[in-house]
T-cell receptor
């Protein structure tokens, strides 16, 4: 079974609008962390935001926020006021703390295109 | 500047010719790992290292070797590359395996013909 599922291969949004990128995860570990990374066309991986499984509040970093719904096992990324520079591939990832070894497991990604 | 440096950025090679992709970090991180990225598959972990002289297999280790003789360096070795190893490779490092962030190198685009 996939540990990280991103169901949206591609998303389109207009500049200045908000957009939500979906991510669901599967783990039996009580301790885990969820990450979002941005990969622009230049190829580098840019860390955006992190949410721990025990964090009481949803993580926020500037225009990025993580809508963490633990019971549903979802960790959606919300980008407010989209900018043209937000056009990129976005990856959701999970690290499980209690497993025998630690792997950052990635979803297959969502391509976001922001139009003027 | 804190960074993870991979070299080369681009490499085209022939089947069977041994190659090494270097990775170096200047943040004194304990944990380092290698990933490959393929279209439609996301990133998959190849090998990781929790400290000097401690390495272990990730999800797709076949055809790869690594070494960790020094804390800052974690080279990826392809002893006999094959076309199915054509991919985009990333090295990453973090303070420890429980770290809340991983820093990635710029990526190495490898083509094996």
């Amino acid at each position: 079974a996939q540990k990280i599922t991103q169901t949206q291969p591609g998303m389109f949004v207009q500049e200045k609008e908000a957009v939500t990128l979906d991510c669901t995860y599967d783990t039996s570990d009580p301790s885990y962390g969820l990450f979002w990374y941005k990969q622009p066309s230049s190829g580098e991986m840019i860390f955006l935001i992190y949410q721990g499984s025990y964090d009481q509040q949803n993580a926020t970093e500037g225009r990025y926020s993580l809508n963490f719904q633990k019971a549903r096992k979802s960790a959606n990324l919300v980008i407010s006021a989209s900018q043209l520079g937000d056009s990129a591939m976005y990856f959701c990832a999970m690290r499980e703390w209690d497993s025998g070894y630690s792997t950052l497991t990635f979803g297959k990604g969502t391509m976001l295109l922001v139009s003027p | 500047e804190a960074q993870v440096t991979q070299n080369p950025r681009y490499l085209i090679t022939v089947t069977g010719k041994k190659l090494t992709v270097t990775c170096s970090q200047n943040m004194n991180h304990e944990y380092m790992s290698w990933y490959r990225q393929d279209p439609g598959l996301g990133l998959r972990q190849i090998y990781y290292s929790m400290n000097v002289e401690v390495t272990d297999k990730g999800d797709v280790p076949e055809g790869y070797k690594v070494s960790r003789k020094e804390k800052r360096n974690f080279p990826l070795i392809l002893e006999s590359p094959s076309p199915n190893q054509t991919s985009l490779y990333f090295c990453a490092s973090s303070y420890g395996q429980l770290s809340t962030e991983a820093f990635f190198g710029q990526g190495t685009r490898l083509t094996v013909v």
